[in-house]
């Protein structure tokens, strides 16, 4: 095994099947990222990004990349661990009740979630993820709320002082986001600095906070700490409460429940 310090020469295809492998694991990842991952520059990542791209395999965004999974008119079997998400979005379900305010995120694992969400439900429902509203639309008793601004291409969020300033002004019984890394140090965090803040400010606007993630997310860092995890009410993964896998988690933040 290598150890941190040791430089690994990958083969192009090798190079290319991990950064599908990290993008369908974190959704989206930065070309610097990649870089150090993969000890080549950021010119060599972007080459094979653009292949990567014309073979259909991704999406290309300002300063990374994206997984296909992620778009609006992306099919379920390209969802990355569909199985999994799926008994996570049917977890999270247990949380609500009819009448509830909900704030959400976006993402393939929350567009799981909506899609279970019964259409008898009653529930109002503020987001500032075009894609998520645009999913929602399918509910009959849900009403809608989108927090608007400008669109950033990397998280698709919506991120500006308008949406601060809707966030200051709003009181939600639960916000469920998805997350891109989750460690019990590093709590939970991405690699862009609108994204951060907005979900920052989605936490404050929240009287509780559900994070989804598949189990493989555990024990990751990105570049930036959106909360620590004793911020954070409940944690949805696709294994058992009792699992090995989540026991250093509840050692180190009792209050955290998880399902």
Known sequence: MSNDNEVINYTKEERKNLIIKEINLHTRVSFE???????VSEDTVRRDINELESESLLIKVKGGAMTKAYHHASSNNQTYAGESKQIIAQKTLGLLHDGMVLLIGGGTTIREFIRLIPDDLNLTIFTVTVLSAVELLDKPNVKIIMIGGSISSYSQMCVSGDVYNQ???????LLILGTNALDIEGGFSDSDWETVQVKKAMI?????????????????????K??????????????DPNDEKLQSYKKAVPSLVFL
């Open 204 to 224: 404050q606007a929240s009287e509780k906070t559900a994070i989804l993630t598949i189990s493989e997310k555990l024990d990751t860092v990105l570049k930036m």
């Open 167 to 173: 966030l200051a002004n709003i009181r939600v019984d």
């Open 33 to 39: 990222t990649l870089s150090a991952k993969l000890f």
């Open 226 to 239: 959106i909360a620590n995890l004793s911020e954070v009410n409940y944690v949805v993964t696709e294994v």
